[in-house]
């Protein structure tokens, strides 16, 4: 019967030695795949850092940008009062004074309008760019390729400074406003 009891203790042991065995290799199964997908999550996380690094370069240009244009508005508007102010000083009578004055509107307001476009076009490039950045780095995450963009010739455009033109009595005539216009242009 000693035979018999030590049979069955033997088989008890051997199933729980397998048992143990297969719950310690299920978990290194489990840990080792847990240990994958963590090493995986790198991969976002420099994604992500990536994209932020270049919606900071996005956010710099186009602050320069704007920064510029906006320096461009301020002295186009102080050209306009300076030929104002000129006008007001050449002008004979008063006549003549609210005459050119009038004629140098125009030229003013659409100056400043063309400033304002000038300033949406600058936000709506970086917009592209940050939508261009944004869709492909939603497509890097869900393991997409990103779609190539069509390479589009960037059009610059420089700001010409100009020096004022004096006006001497000479040269300013009956149309003040036109002879003006060379000093704040």
């Known amino acids: 019967m000693n035979l018999q009891i030590e049979n069955s203790m033997s088989e008890i042991a051997q199933k729980a030695r397998g048992r143990y065995e297969d719950a310690v290799k299920g ?3 489990s840990t080792e795949k847990a240990a994958g997908r963590v090493s995986k999550g790198k ?3 420099k994604t ?3 994209l932020g690094l270049k919606l900071s370069g996005v956010s710099h240009r186009t602050a320069n940008k704007l920064w510029k244009q906006q320096t461009r508005l301020v002295e186009g508007q102080i050209d306009a009062v300076a030929g104002r102010l000129k006008a007001a ?3 004979e009578d008063l006549r003549d004074l609210l005459k050119t004055q009038i004629e140098l509107i125009p030229e003013n307001t659409g100056r400043f309008a063309d400033e304002a476009r000038e300033a949406l076009k600058i ?3 970086a917009g592209g760019e ?3 950045l944004v869709k492909g780095t939603v497509a890097e995450l869900r393991g997409e390729k990103p779609v190539a963009r069509k390479a589009t010739a960037r059009k610059t455009t420089r700001a010409t400074a100009t020096k004022p033109v004096p006006v001497s009595p000479e040269t300013a005539g009956n149309d003040k406003a036109a002879s003006l216009q ?3 242009e």
């Open 27 to 29: 978990a290194r199964q």
């Open 43 to 45: 991969k976002p996380v």
């Open 48 to 50: 992500i850092s990536r």
């Open 89 to 91: 000083a050449d002008a």
């Open 123 to 125: 936000f709506k490039g």
């Open 130 to 132: 940050i939508r261009e």
């Open 182 to 184: 060379g000093n704040i």
